[in-house]
Each structure stands twice: as C-alpha cells, then as structure tokens.
C-alpha cells in the first residue's frame, strides 16, 4: 500500500483519488484542498470537498448530499439537480 513516510502516503492518496473514477478537475480540486492533519497523535487525512459549478456523475450515478447522507439522484430528478447549478443565486 505505502512506505513508512508520510509524504508516500499522501502521494499514494492523491494517485488513488486521481484513478478513482472521479471526474479529473473534481478530483484535482479534492486534492488541492485537503491535507494531512494531526488528530489525538494521529496523522489522519482530511479530505475537503466543495461544491463545483456542475454537478458531477460517479460511474454513471448522479450522488447528492442530504444532511449526512450521500443519496443517489433518480433520473427523474436530474433536472432540479442541474437547474440549481444554471439559476442565478436570489
């Protein structure tokens, strides 16, 4: 999996992300924005995600969040998904 170092394990993390089937400018923005941080003696990585100007698909599946749950999106709601990324902000 990874070396002893820290710095390997964060480059293994980015490549998994990289070839994990998310689409390459979500994914670069994934980890652009995330870092490793210390937890209790711990070094665990932090993973920010933010929202996008699109939404994106995973592996043909359209995924929102609800409160703390990832949701799959039915395609007979797409479009209120995608009209929230076209309507100017009120």
């Known amino acids: ?3 002893n170092s820290l710095n390997d394990y964060w480059m293994w993390l980015c490549q998994l ?3 994990s089937g998310l689409d390459p400018d979500l994914a ?3 980890i ?7 937890y209790r003696g711990r070094m ?7 929202s996008g100007t ?10 929102e969040r ?3 749950e990832t949701l799959v999106v039915e395609q007979n709601d797409y479009f209120p998904v995608f009209q929230r990324f076209t309507t100017a902000p009120r």
């Open 1 to 3: 999996m990874y070396s």
């Open 54 to 63: 699109q939404p994106y698909f995973f592996k043909n599946t359209l995924f």
């Open 32 to 38: 652009a924005e995330s870092k490793l941080v210390n």
């Open 17 to 19: 992300l990289k070839s």
């Open 44 to 50: 665990v990585a932090l993973l920010h995600v933010s």
């Open 28 to 30: 670069g923005r994934v």
């Open 66 to 68: 609800s409160g703390s």
